[in-house]
Every structure is written in C-alpha cells, then in structure tokens.
C-alpha cells in the first residue's frame, strides 16, 4: 500500500492514542471524520494497523518485577523450537519472547512477575521444565530508560 502524508499522521495519532475518536482524529489530520474513517479502514485491512490494545500500569497491578531470561536450547531442530514456543506461549509471565542471534542463546524472554519469589517459582516450575533448555540466565531490570510500543515511521517517503 502506497502511502500519503495523511496516512502517516494517521498512524502517528493512533499510536499516541488509540482510544481516540474518528472526530478527534479527523480535526487533528485536517479531514473530515468520513474520508478519514476510510482510511483507516484502508489501513486495517492492508495488514498495517493490527488491532488495538489497552495499555495497563504494571506497577499499579503489583507487577514490581522485570526480567530479561536468555535460554540455550539443546538441539537446533524445528521440533524443539516449536515446543518452547508453544509452551512459552502459554505463560502468562512473558510478555516477549524472541528467537535471537549473535549470543550464545536462542532464546530470549521478557518477563514481568510481582516480586522474586514469584519468578524463582517461574523459572522452576515452568521455563527449566520445557523440553530442550539446557541453559537459563537471567538479568533484572532496574529501571526502564525507554519503554515505548510506538513503530518510528520516519522512514515512510510520502507517495
């Protein structure tokens, strides 16, 4: 999909907030709330804009623990991978999960947790049980820097 100058700030406006109304979109883009219903329509279903989502504080819901967990699987076969990943994926604990190069890893995980207890019974009873992880480090966050869910679109040359 080609897209114009308008498309772009669309974009940029949904990030920034996603509850905000077709109206309040129009006025802030300068187009009138039918043509701009239009195009984000366009967008959706061009696979550009997925779906939108409530962002929450996990501070506010005792969520007061952030690891990074690097996991070594023992063999590199399709199998293997696609047991952690489905496994993985049925915890509610990881936020992220990422098939990585470069490290000695192949894996690596965001996880949030209310406090350490809660992740050593994590890492115990769910992550060391998965067949294939031979190798588990972790690193805790301290503080986050920058913790954004906005794609940089400055990239996009107007069409």
Request: hydrophobic share 40%; proline share 4%.
């Amino acid at each position: 999909m080609l897209m114009d100058k308008l498309d772009k700030r669309i974009l940029q406006e949904l990030q920034a907030n996603g509850a905000i109304t077709n109206l309040e979109l129009a006025d802030k883009i300068g187009l009138s709330p039918s043509p701009c219903a239009r195009r984000v329509k366009q967008l959706e279903e061009a696979g550009i804009i997925k779906g939108q989502v409530t962002l929450l504080n996990a501070s506010k819901l005792e969520l007061k623990l952030s690891a990074l967990i690097q996991i070594s699987m023992d063999r590199h076969t399709p199998d293997r991978f696609e047991v952690f990943e489905k496994k993985v994926s049925s915890f509610p604990e990881v936020i992220e999960c990422l098939l990585i190069t470069g490290q000695s890893a192949d894996y690596q995980l965001k996880v949030m947790v209310p406090d350490m207890e809660n992740y050593q019974e994590f890492l115990l009873n769910k992550i060391t049980r998965i067949e294939g992880v031979s190798d588990v480090h972790s690193s805790f966050v301290l503080r986050e820097v920058v913790n954004s869910t906005e794609l940089p679109l400055n990239h996009i040359r107007h069409g």
